[in-house]
């Protein structure tokens, strides 16, 4: 009996502690299509009211302020060269780890290569403040949170951040990603762009 009880005890130590390991540190399982799909979906009765883009859609025609007033086009900013939209806010931990690296594969990129563009849901002194004191060299446009925002109509109903998508040359969405890239993703994501027809 006493074996059964000890078996019992660590069957559930065992489970908590797998329960715990998933709670805090949930990135696998955030990587998988299933996952990254689920999140992409609206939260069940409540549809955005805005469009959503999906892969395979032109970027949304969205015009926002950078963080000093100037009002962007997103399509000008990403014409002729692939992009990399990252959407995220000074608030938002993950954000603000992935963002060095974002900053280091904007700059390796050079003239030609793949741009970094950022859209910080947010305040924009904030913003301001935070891309001159980390010195982050890519354009950051500032959109306030909501159900309309420019995430959302980027493919991110749920309005998990960060959330980056890619872009073709040409102004079509490749891939969309809820939650931190890595280095691996961005390799990735090279590749593809680099793949990715040339022709509209």
């Known amino acids: 009996?006493?074996?059964?009880w000890v078996i019992a005890?660590?069957?559930?130590?065992?489970?908590?502690?797998?329960?715990?390991?998933?709670?805090?540190d949930r990135s696998w399982l955030a990587r998988?299509?299933?996952?990254?799909?689920?999140?992409?979906?609206?939260?069940?009765g409540a549809a955005p009211p805005v469009a959503v883009a999906r892969e395979g859609d032109r970027l949304p025609a969205l015009i926002l302020p950078d963080a000093d007033g100037?009002?962007?086009?997103?399509?000008?900013?990403t014409a002729g060269r692939p992009a990399l939209v990252n959407v995220w806010a000074t608030w938002c931990g993950p954000c603000v780890k992935e963002m060095p690296m974002l900053d280091a594969f904007h700059r390796a990129q050079g003239p030609n290569g793949m741009q970094v563009v950022g859209i910080a849901l947010d305040d924009a002194g904030a913003v301001?403040?935070?891309?001159?004191?980390?010195?982050?060299?890519?354009t950051s446009l500032v959109d306030a949170p909501g159900t309309a925002?420019?995430?959302v109509r980027l493919g991110n109903p749920?309005?998990?951040?960060?959330?980056?998508?890619?872009?073709?040359?040409?102004?079509?969405?490749?891939?969309?990603w809820?939650?931190?890239?890595?280095?691996?993703?961005?390799?990735?994501?090279?590749?593809?762009?680099?793949a990715a027809p040339t022709r509209d």
Do not use: C, N
Request: cysteine-free.
């Open 178 to 194: 809820v939650g931190p890239l890595e280095q691996d993703d961005l390799d990735a994501w090279t590749r593809r762009a680099a």
């Open 149 to 151: 925002d420019a995430g």
């Open 158 to 176: 749920r309005g998990v951040l960060p959330y980056s998508v890619l872009v073709s040359a040409e102004g079509r969405i490749l891939e969309q």
């Open 1 to 4: 009996m006493r074996t059964r």
């Open 32 to 44: 998988t299509g299933v996952v990254q799909e689920a999140l992409k979906q609206p939260k069940p």
């Open 9 to 24: 005890a660590a069957v559930v130590a065992g489970t908590l502690g797998l329960l715990a390991s998933l709670r805090v």
């Open 70 to 77: 100037r009002r962007l086009e997103l399509a000008a900013l």
């Open 128 to 138: 301001r403040e935070f891309m001159t004191r980390h010195r982050i060299g890519y």
